[in-house]
């Protein structure tokens, strides 16, 4: 997922001779050293951004042809704590701090769904936090995180409950497109008077900067 050509060349392979219903955007990563990959890009914004961008975009089509099509994608409760920061999206010029960018890539990730929703009448997005559950990430992305919550986690199972309940349930397609779930009820993008709201400018500007980066590495 970190290599964008890879992501173009497998959602162009997929597209030819199979058919999708759902696409769940589940795997990303939290590196806290800031690392580039072989294409020259930030890895996690390369992998939970970059490669989630190029991948729905590529399945888009697709996706039309189903009966009922849906996209999930599984962000994080951390997105709560930034606001996009489009001059910097991979972290080029603040101090780097993992989290951070875990953080801002998720609240990307919030950004495209609700831009994709209002492109793409005819598909079914939705975005989704876990919760914070007991999974190998966690344990070696933040362990001292780990540690200290050991005992208040969620199961692996609960964690995906919502992903699947968004990719299936009649209940879930009953609800508007573009929306941002908890344990299976649409809550809040943003805490109450946070700051972490940008303008409709800069989230025009991700997109454009998303598209320009996709197609740079298109094979």
């Known amino acids: 997922m970190s290599s964008a050509r890879q992501v173009w060349e497998f959602g162009q392979n997929f597209s030819q001779n199979n058919s999708l219903h759902v696409l769940i955007n589940n795997a990303g990563c939290m590196v806290n050293q800031r690392e580039l990959t072989e294409e020259g890009l930030e890895k996690n914004f390369a992998t939970n951004t970059l490669g989630t961008y190029i991948l729905t975009m590529v399945l888009i089509p697709i996706l039309k042809k189903a009966e009922d099509p849906r996209v999930v994608t599984v962000s994080s409760g951390g997105m709560l704590t930034q606001k996009l ?112 709201k940008s303008s409709s400018l800069d989230q025009e500007k991700l997109m454009l900067v998303l598209e320009e980066l996709a197609q740079k590495f298109k094979p």
């Open 85 to 196: 920061n489009v001059d910097d999206l991979q972290f080029e010029k603040a101090t780097f701090d993992g989290t951070m960018a875990y953080a801002q890539n998720k609240r990307q990730q919030v950004i495209m769904t609700e831009r994709w929703a209002a492109l793409h009448k005819d598909i079914h997005f939705s975005s989704m936090h876990p919760g914070w559950a007991d999974t190998p990430a966690v344990q070696s992305s933040m362990p001292s995180f780990h540690a200290k919550m050991a005992n208040k986690l969620r199961t692996e199972a609960m964690g995906a409950d919502t992903a699947v309940w968004l990719a299936i349930s009649a209940a879930a397609a009953k609800q508007p497109s573009g929306l941002f779930f908890q344990d299976r009820a649409a809550v809040a993008t943003h805490l109450p008077l946070a700051w972490s």
